[in-house]
């Protein structure tokens, strides 16, 4: 079957392959991939800057957001054939630690998690895989090929729940956010703000096109200035873009007993000149907290596929603003300057 393969480490190596089909080993459920989504993680995959292969092999097969069909399912499993679903990225450490025990392996304690197209797992971008029940997610048919958006809803799920549970170590009743960069990933936080009832604010580099019509649609405020210029005081800021003055500028800007959310993974390398005695002083004084958020359990899918079930389809369909057959996949990582969700087409 044809897979799109990289060997991670190595700029320029991904191409369509041929490869075996998937072993029975990796699961009872067979699918068939229609959809793969391209995103930050896939470009650095494939610069050779991230990305680490199977034990004893050399490729990897790329592709952590899908969408496929069960082809087949065991009968009692709660999958069956025709079903529309999407894989889990993340897996258990095999020790397992503490959390990755309790299925919190998102939030892995000793780092020997695997991700399926990102770290020792084979990823979704082949014609078919296997899997097994446990990490396999339900879509809404009617969501279409637009449930290949569940992944980076789970991430941004997650974010929020982080923010929640950390808002509610006292009374927390958020009216004002700000999202930072209106990427999917933001504009997939700004969604679950809006669902929320709070007033979104939505930040980033464009003035025009795509992204502040997206925002507009969404009933939310865009702004291509500061945090502060955006919003006063907001009580929550989801930050996704890793740009490290962004992430200092949250925290200088946040309402007393905020909570800012990190989910943008920065390159490094770039340092800025940060007032620590002060940023330490308001923090303390006015009890704010600052979060980072990685990756999604099955309660952040459901969470997620829930926010997609509930939002409007239209939107939705205008997120995935670029699709690309599987054979032109190197379209799909050539970045243009309206693309939102870009989508590899792998089946009909
Ligand atoms: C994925 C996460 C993953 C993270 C780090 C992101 O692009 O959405 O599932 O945990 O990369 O590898």
Redesign the pocket.
């Known amino acids: 079957m044809k897979a799109l393969t990289v060997v991670p480490g190595k700029a320029g190596s991904a191409r369509l392959d041929d490869v075996d089909d998937p072993p029975a080993s990796d699961g009872p459920v067979l699918v068939e991939t229609l959809a793969v989504g391209v995103?930050?993680?896939?470009a650095e995959i494939v610069s050779g800057a991230?990305g680490w292969a199977p034990p004893g092999r050399e490729r990897l097969v790329l592709g952590?957001?899908s969408l496929g069909r069960v082809v087949e399912a065991p009968a009692g499993s709660g999958f069956e054939a025709g079903d529309l679903v999407v894989g889990i990225?993340?897996r258990p450490d095999p020790v397992p630690c503490a959390n990755c025990a309790v299925g919190e392996w998102?939030f892995c304690r000793n780092g020997r998690y695997t991700?399926r197209g990102?770290?020792e797992h084979d990823g979704y971008c082949s014609e078919r895989y296997r899997i097994t029940p446990d990490y396999l997610v339900k879509v809404d048919p009617a969501l279409g090929v637009l449930g290949v958006l569940l992944?980076?809803a789970?991430?941004v799920a997650k974010a929020w729940e982080q923010v929640e549970r950390i808002g509610a170590r006292a009374h927390f009743a958020p009216e004002r956010a700000v999202v930072t960069g209106a990427g999917p990933i933001g504009l997939l936080a700004a969604l679950i703000g809006v669902q929320r009832g709070i007033e979104v604010h939505v930040i980033d580099q464009v003035a025009s096109g795509l992204k502040p019509d997206l925002v507009a649609a969404l009933g939310a405020t865009y702004h291509t200035g500061a945090i502060e210029d955006a919003c006063d005081a907001p009580d929550v800021v989801v930050e996704c873009t890793g740009v490290g003055s962004l992430v200092f500028d949250a925290m200088e800007h946040l309402a007393p007993g905020g909570v800012v959310c990190l989910t943008g993974?920065s390159s490094g390398g770039h340092s800025i000149g940060v007032d620590a005695g002060l940023l330490n002083r308001s923090m303390v004084l006015e009890n704010e907290a600052v979060v980072g958020s990685?990756?999604?359990n099955r309660r952040h899918y459901e969470a997620g596929a829930a926010a997609l079930a509930k939002a409007d389809a239209g939107w939705l369909g205008r997120l995935v603003s670029r699709r690309v057959p599987l054979e032109s996949w190197s379209e799909a990582l050539d970045r243009k300057p309206d693309d939102v969700k870009v989508v590899i087409e792998v089946g009909s």
């Not at 995103?39 to 896939?42: A, F, N, Q, S, V």
């Open positions: 995103c930050g993680t896939d991230y952590h957001e990225v993340r998102d991700e990102i770290k992944e980076p789970s991430v993974v990685v990756n999604a």
